[in-house]
């Protein structure tokens, strides 16, 4: 089945460094969707995107829908210590279309931010 | 604004117990979800369901099951419980439709369930 693999699996940074991370997947996806999950709580929902090539920021962070479907990247800017949490992307499976909603996730890249 | 609410938070089972985990949400959502979340890894599909009536298995549905009798509830129960159980679920739900609206799923707190 369809998979999507996250890199890095984890990050050390110092508060105030950028953050680049990707997610890549060796089929299509039409959604692409970044997820953070805070310690001890469920995943919640920071960026979505919907075309390729679209690029779109919420607050410090930019993700972007790469142009051949199979990839995306999360950008977090002059990180913060609430910054830490581990961040998923996730896609609907091809053929979904939406009817069915079920998400495929990456296994997550862990960030942690030293102060 | 509750969203999705799930219970127990935290569960120890014994091998070979029974249980069922409760998952409610207030927004009118057609779709529910339970993943399961093992340590390190991504959330994986136990089972969804589309409307009050309709299941239907995800990735990992062995050793469970669901039922939807309304909108609202979507329980998750385990028969047997064995060590291999022993994870984080989660409930989600979403409500079907292009844009932002669709395929944007959202989940409960998560429940902690161990296995002894």
């Known amino acids: 089945g369809q998979q999507l693999n996250q890199s890095p699996q984890s990050m050390f940074i110092q508060e105030g460094e950028d953050v680049s991370m990707n997610c890549t997947s060796s089929?299509?996806?039409?959604?692409w969707l970044w997820y953070k999950q805070d310690p001890g709580e469920g995943p919640v929902l920071l960026i979505a995107?919907?075309?390729?090539?679209e690029l779109t920021s919420n607050g410090r962070l930019t993700a972007q829908f790469g142009i051949t479907r199979k990839d995306s990247f999360l950008n977090i800017s002059a990180s913060i210590p609430s910054d830490v949490g581990i961040y998923f992307c996730a896609g609907p499976p091809l053929g979904d279309g939406g009817s069915q909603g079920n998400l495929i996730f990456g296994k997550g890249t862990k960030l942690s931010v030293k102060p | 604004n509750a969203g999705v609410t799930q219970t127990p938070k935290f569960r120890i089972l014994k091998i070979g117990q029974s249980m069922t985990l409760q998952c409610t949400q207030d927004?009118?959502?057609?779709?529910m979800y339970w993943y399961r979340q093992d340590p390190g890894m991504g959330l994986k599909l136990i089972y969804y369901s589309v409307g009050a009536g309709i299941t239907d298995k995800g990735e990992v549905p062995n050793g469970y099951n669901v039922s939807r009798s309304t909108t609202e509830d979507f329980p998750l129960r385990l028969e047997l419980a064995a060590p291999s159980q022993t994870s984080v679920y989660f409930c989600?739900?979403?409500?079907?439709?292009?844009?932002?609206?669709?395929?944007?799923?959202?989940f409960g707190e998560g429940s902690w369930l161990t296995v002894v």
């Open positions: 089929s299509i996806f039409n959604t």
């Open positions: 995107l919907y075309k390729a090539g």
């Open positions: 927004m009118n959502h057609n779709y």
């Open positions: 989600a739900s979403s409500y079907p439709g292009q844009g932002i609206s669709g395929n944007t799923i959202y």
